[in-house]
């Protein structure tokens, strides 16, 4: 290909390319120019195109004096504004002007027409201003952004109304939003697995108070280089919904006068305890225990003393049982005491235990103090048992007895073998 050739194949480009070139001399005079160029010039100068400089006077003032105050070969202005007139359709276009001397004599002017772009970026900015309005606007959903180590990035409004912490809390890692901050860590280690993760957690005041939370932790991969991964920590406050839950459940499971475990909840316990000990071969051991008299309480004082009898009952009976244990109102004033993992011995101990601590101290009720005294029957299983029928009976029976002799004592029946 000979020289004019690729002079001629230059000069097609540089007209067929969708940006707006022009030569001119120092002074501004057009030397050539593209098509876009010369369409650039005459919407600025509303006219033909002579001179750069004049052309783009109304639009860019004081372009001449900037482009002649710099020396040297190089970038003279580098990607500056400006917006030209509306055309009969109205739009209104933005355009972005490079100024380069090429030599000592000439100028080249590149022009981009980048009204999409700066669209684009105004709608962009447009929609993260709506949604920081949105996001900041929700109250009950602390909402923040976290880097790969778990440290906060960027968060919303209710971040201070919930933790106390403002924006110095940027920068720290989440886990100091959470009572035990190794929930943080569980949090990022199942998202990392798959994608995401939700946990339930009391969540930290700095002033000392404590509220309920659920996050819900989101793995954000990076989709481009240069683009940091990270994580999306939303948590939303659910302080009264598990107080509720909480509420419902003690209701579900308590005996709302003496605060003991209800008959129907320990259906369902004792079911577990047994299926525990015919698994690990362990005894299990069951007692009854009967207010002495009891209807005497009820009749000379009143069913709202023997109220209160039944509360101070529970009362002192809790600090006989261990943690493993479970007192149960099995109805009326009569209570049971389920002890897994416990041979006869221990559920000697425990009966009369629970007798001594009842009869030690008059109870004080609403009538004054009152003497009350407790009859106790039990019974060991040594082998598992088919059902909890087997315990109640063997109990009662023994609890008979023990009113039978004269009530305030302990009486264990035969261990099941």
């Known amino acids: 290909m000979s020289p004019a050739d690729e002079i001629e194949r230059l000069l097609q480009f540089l007209y067929l390319v969708p940006v707006g070139i022009a030569e001119t001399d120092l002074d501004g005079a057009v030397l050539r120019l593209n098509p876009l160029a010369t369409q650039t010039f005459m919407l600025a100068a509303g006219g033909p195109v002579i001179n750069a400089f004049e052309a783009l006077a109304n ?23 400006f917006t030209l007139s509306p055309n009969a359709r109205g739009d209104k276009r933005i355009m972005s002007l490079a100024v ?32 920081r309005a949105v996001v900041d606007s929700v109250r009950t ?10 440290r906060i990035q960027d968060h919303n409004a209710s971040i201070e109304r919930l933790t106390g912490m403002g924006p110095e809390i940027a920068g720290r890692t989440a886990g100091v939003l959470f009572v035990e901050p190794s929930v943080l860590a569980e949090l990022i280690q199942t998202a990392g697995e798959h994608g995401w993760a939700e946990r339930e957690a009391p969540m930290r005041n700095i002033a000392g108070s404590e509220w309920w939370g659920t996050s819900v932790l989101t793995r954000i991969s990076a989709d481009a280089p240069g683009i940091p991964s990270g994580y999306a920590l939303v948590t939303r ?8 839950e909480l509420q419902l459940k003690t209701w579900a499971t308590q ?78 004033e009569e209570f049971g005491f389920l002890l897994p993992d416990t041979d006869e011995a221990g559920l000697a101990s425990v ?42 009976h063997a109990a009662d029976q023994a609890l008979y007895r023990a009113k039978g002799n004269g009530r305030n004592r302990v009486e264990l029946a035969p261990p099941i073998t």
């Open 59 to 81: 639009v860019f003032p004081g372009l001449r004096s900037r482009v002649l105050a710099r020396e040297g070969i190089g970038v003279v202005v580098e990607s500056e504004q």
């Open 100 to 131: 380069h001397r090429i030599d000592g004599e000439r100028l080249a002017f590149v022009i981009n027409d980048i009204t999409r772009l700066v669209e684009q970026e105004q709608e962009i900015r447009q929609r993260e201003a709506q949604l």
């Open 141 to 150: 959903h602390l909402i923040s952004t976290l880097d790969e180590a778990g």
């Open 237 to 244: 406050e659910d302080t009264e919904r598990h107080e509720r």
């Open 255 to 332: 005996d709302p006068l003496t605060g003991a475990t209800n008959r129907r909840a320990f259906q369902g316990l004792v079911k577990l305890e047994l299926d525990r000990a015919r698994r690990d071969g362990t005894p299990c051991s069951f007692a009854l225990l009967d207010i002495d008299h009891f209807k005497g309480f009820n009749d000379t004082h009143g069913h709202e003393t023997g109220d209160d009898v039944l509360k101070v009952l529970v009362e002192r009976l809790h600090g006989c049982v261990r943690r493993p244990d479970y007192l149960v109102r099995m109805g009326g």
């Open 351 to 392: 009966a009369e235990r629970a007798r001594t601590a009842v009869a030690e101290a008059p109870f004080k009720t609403r009538s004054g103090p009152l003497s009350v005294r407790v009859s106790v029957g039990g019974v060991t299983s040594l082998v598992p048992v088919s059902d909890f029928d087997q315990l109640y």
